[in-house]
T-cell receptor, first 113, second 112 residues
Framework: DAGVIQSPRHEVTEMGQEVTLRCKPI?????LFWYRQTMMRGLELLIY????????DSGMPEDRFSAKMPNASFSTLKIQPSEPRDSAVYFC???????????FGPGTRLTVT | AQSVTQLGSHVSVSEGALVLLRCNYS??????LFWYVQYPNQGLQLLLK????ATLVKGINGFEAEFKKSETSFHLTKPSAHMSDAAEYFC??????????WGAGTKLIIKP
């Protein structure tokens, strides 16, 4: 298996622009998680899905952030409009019902100038 | 509410010395416990996990951890540190809803 795939790996954008991060979970995994990691705040859970349905989005910082999972093999995290304080590494992870392990993608490093 | 505490944001050891990274958790139900490692500019990778059964768990790269219910601890150890062990280590607890509660992480520094 290719593991969790994220794109792009790096994104540099200007303040006010829309940013879309993409994730392909491991095939057969029922859960998908979006995290944000910064030096100041560490690893934060933004939202997670079960069977494509959002279960808990209480970690989404503002209405500027939105996430979708239109099918079992694809999810997006969108920031519109982006701000410099959104600069961080965003990770996607997936998991299945057999165990509680989460498998992480390589992350997307977002820089908003 | 469940929580995870990792003692020490940075731990420095000499190459060849014992590595001990501390993790304490609070949980009202039997937990699943995990240690993950993050190398620079990479995602998190599972080192080891405890679910049920044997309380001493062995993981990759020579690491092991012991679940001590009475102490609500799950400390990570390695007998002899290597330079390649330099990374950030995260302890996490799962309490049944597949969401992991994460510790703040401990950066392990290896001195030559």
């Amino acid at each position: 298996d290719a593991g969790v795939i994220q794109s792009p790996r790096h994104e540099v954008t200007e303040m006010g622009q829309e940013v879309t991060l993409r994730c392909k979970p491991i095939s057969g995994h029922d859960y998908l998680f979006w995290y944000r990691q910064t030096m100041m705040r560490g690893l934060e859970l933004l939202i997670y899905f079960n069977n494509n349905v959002p279960i808990d989005d209480s970690g989404m910082p503002e209405d500027r952030f939105s996430a979708k999972m239109p099918n079992a093999s694809f999810s997006t995290l969108k920031i519109q409009p982006s701000e410099p304080r959104d600069s961080a590494v965003y990770f996607c992870a997936s998991s299945n019902l057999k165990n509680h392990e989460q498998y992480f993608g390589p992350g997307t490093r977002l820089t908003v100038t | 509410a469940q929580s995870v505490t990792q003692l020490g944001s940075h731990v420095s050891v000499s190459e060849g010395a014992l590595v001990l990274l501390r993790c304490n958790y609070s949980s009202s139900v039997p937990p699943y416990l995990f240690w993950y490692v993050q190398y620079p500019n990479q995602g998190l990778q599972l080192l080891l996990k405890y679910t049920t059964g044997a309380t001493l768990v062995k993981g990759i790269n020579g690491f092991e951890a012991e679940f001590k219910k009475s102490e609500t601890s799950f400390h990570l150890t390695k007998p002899s540190a290597h330079m390649s062990d330099a990374a950030e280590y995260f302890c996490a607890v799962s309490v049944g809803n597949y969401q992991l509660i994460w510790g703040a992480g401990t950066k392990l520094i290896i001195k030559p």
